[in-house]
Nanobody, 126 residues
Framework: QVQLAESGGGVVQAGDSLRLSCAASGRALSDLYMGWFRQAPGKEREFVASISWRDVSTYYSDSVKGRFTISRDNAKNIVYLQMDTLKPEDTAVYYC???????????????????WGQGTQVTVSS
């Protein structure tokens, strides 16, 4: 069974940085295509970023591109989301997601991923 556990959330001020971590267990991280999503109060779950198995490709939503960086450490089975220049609109619960699929399809859709973490709260004050 694949299990994901997010950590690193917290309360910060606008302009600050934060790094989220997602620890995977039950399967080698190198076998998983990983993504980060977020959901703000009253809004739908939103794609944030994704990363391929061997760091070949990364993708970002327009709202975070240039500010967020996704990376992976396959040896440690951890995926990171480095968040810089945080804005109040970044406030949300952030979820780590994984799929065992070997074919990249609609990676921006939550339905593409079979495994999800419990989420970690990120709050950015103005």
């Amino acid at each position: 069974q694949v299990q994901l556990a997010e950590s690193g959330g917290g309360v910060v001020q606008a302009g600050d940085s934060l790094r989220l971590s997602c620890a995977a267990s039950g399967r080698a991280l190198s076998d998983l295509y990983m993504g980060w999503f977020r959901q703000a109060p009253g809004k739908e779950r939103e794609f944030v970023a994704s990363i391929s198995w061997r760091d070949v490709s990364t993708y970002y939503s327009d709202s975070v591109k240039g500010r967020f960086t996704i990376s992976r450490d396959n040896a440690k089975n951890i995926v990171y989301l480095q968040m810089d220049t945080l804005k109040p609109e970044d406030t949300a619960v952030y979820y780590c997601a994984a799929t065992q699929s070997r074919t990249v399809l609609n990676f921006r859709a939550s339905g593409y991923y079979e495994h999800w973490g419990q989420g970690t709260q990120v709050t950015v004050s103005s």
